[in-house]
């Protein structure tokens, strides 16, 4: 139940940050969803089909590697997935301006992600390839999703040709800082005298 309570929660923050505060300033997030925002701003193909097209290659080997992680990786796409197409409404409820929208949206994703990374469950591809790097590697997963955001953001800035996407690399931080805190830090004991 609490894996079903947790899958549900990073989900709708993931739909919200993306679709209340970086589709309507047009800001791309890192990984299969920076490449899947960059295919909706450029051929206009919903952003939850693409992720799941892109992300095949990417299971296929997680399947090789660790069933396990397959199996949540899965589960984790098809909730995250469904959830980002069911909030688009949410676009153009709320006008911030860009560098408060980086955040707040870097930060609600953040916190989507690095909740379900901390059960070993993965709402997209680079994320699945991040786990399973820091898990072989012995790396926080937060640092290894911010190293390929950044890649992925500068590509973007290239095949956009917008200034505007460096706001990216401040959702980007967010995102980063918050999955890092989140799988560093897996309890909290308080001690009181």
Do not use: E
């Amino acid at each position: 139940m609490k894996r079903l309570f947790v899958l549900l929660f990073s989900s709708v923050c993931i739909g919200i940050g993306l679709n209340m505060f970086l589709l309507p300033i047009h800001l791309i997030n890192g990984g299969i969803f920076g490449v899947s925002l960059l295919i909706k701003y450029v051929w206009g193909i919903k952003i939850g089909h693409s992720m799941i097209m892109i992300n095949i290659p990417i299971y296929l080997l997680s399947l090789l590697s660790n069933k396990t992680y397959f199996i949540n990786a899965i589960i984790g796409l098809i909730f995250t997935s469904t959830m980002i197409d069911l909030l688009t409404p949410l676009i153009g409820l709320v006008q911030l301006p860009i560098l408060s929208s980086a955040i707040l949206g870097g930060i609600i994703i953040g916190v989507g992600i690095g909740s379900m990374l901390r059960l070993n469950i993965s709402p997209g591809g680079m994320d699945l390839l991040a786990l399973l790097i820091s898990k072989s590697k012995g790396i926080n997963p937060g640092i290894v999703i911010f190293l390929m955001d950044a890649v992925i953001i500068i590509i973007g800035m290239i095949v956009l040709n917008d200034v505007r996407l460096m706001y990216s690399f401040v959702t980007v931080a967010c995102v980063g800082v918050c999955v890092i805190l989140l799988n560093t830090f897996k309890s909290v004991n308080i001690y009181i005298n």
